[in-house]
């Protein structure tokens, strides 16, 4: 997968905050492997005060225990980069925001820090919306650690975005 480039994530950020402010609704982030990346893309949109509520970067586990309510078994059973971490990460961010939905997304983005269970490249997504039921997956990107950054966060948006469209 191509490296998407910073008009095409500028394109699907605009696409979100637009369909955020036909529902009336505002997104959260929850951060790991991104590392903040996502929000600055949509904060960097003009006017995203209307539909940006706040962003969460939680890199260590000790910050998604106490930021996000991950509980320390999910994490022990699991791991930091898991469908199941991403899912309770998603669920916190709305928990604790006032926001409508949630992008959440852990990875390995490199270039340490891999396994043969999950190398460099292995990311997890999670989107969840209020009144819905959350979806979560996990992607093997290639590329060095910018790649892996740039293509999570457009991954990010996207799944939003289908979320939203369902």
Not at 93 to 110: F, K, P
Not at 114 to 126: D, H, L, N, R, Y
Not at 146 to 152: E, M, N
């Given at each position: 997968m191509p490296?998407?480039s910073e ?18 609704q505002?997104?959260?982030t ?6 903040g ?6 904060t ?5 005060s209307r539909?940006?509520e706040?962003?969460?970067?939680t890199?260590?586990?000790d910050?998604k ?11 022990q059973?699991h791991?930091?980069?898991s469908v ?6 998603a669920?916190g961010?709305?928990r604790y ?5 949630c ?7 490199g270039?340490d820090?891999?396994?043969?269970e999950k190398p460099?490249?292995t990311v997890c997504?999670?989107w969840a ?8 997956t996990q992607v ?14 457009a ?5 939003l975005l ?5």
């Amino acid at each position: 997968m191509p490296v998407p480039s910073e008009h095409a994530r500028t394109t699907l950020a605009t696409e979100l905050g637009e369909r955020l402010l036909h529902l009336k609704q505002r997104v959260a982030t929850v951060e790991s492997c991104t590392g903040g990346g996502i929000a600055q893309q949509l904060t960097a949109i003009a006017g995203s005060s209307r539909w940006f509520e706040r962003g969460f970067v939680t890199y260590s586990n000790d910050a998604k225990i106490e930021m996000l309510g991950v509980q320390p078994a999910l994490l022990q059973n699991h791991g930091a980069v898991s469908v199941e971490t991403a899912r309770a990460m998603a669920e916190g961010g709305l928990r604790y925001s006032r926001a409508d939905c949630c992008i959440a997304v852990t990875g390995v983005a490199g270039p340490d820090g891999g396994s043969a269970e999950k190398p460099v490249g292995t990311v997890c997504f999670a989107w969840a919306a209020r009144a819905r039921n959350s979806v979560a997956t996990q992607v093997h990107f290639v590329g060095d650690r910018h790649a892996v950054r740039q293509q999570s966060l457009a991954r990010a948006l996207a799944g939003l975005l289908d979320l939203l469209a369902s």
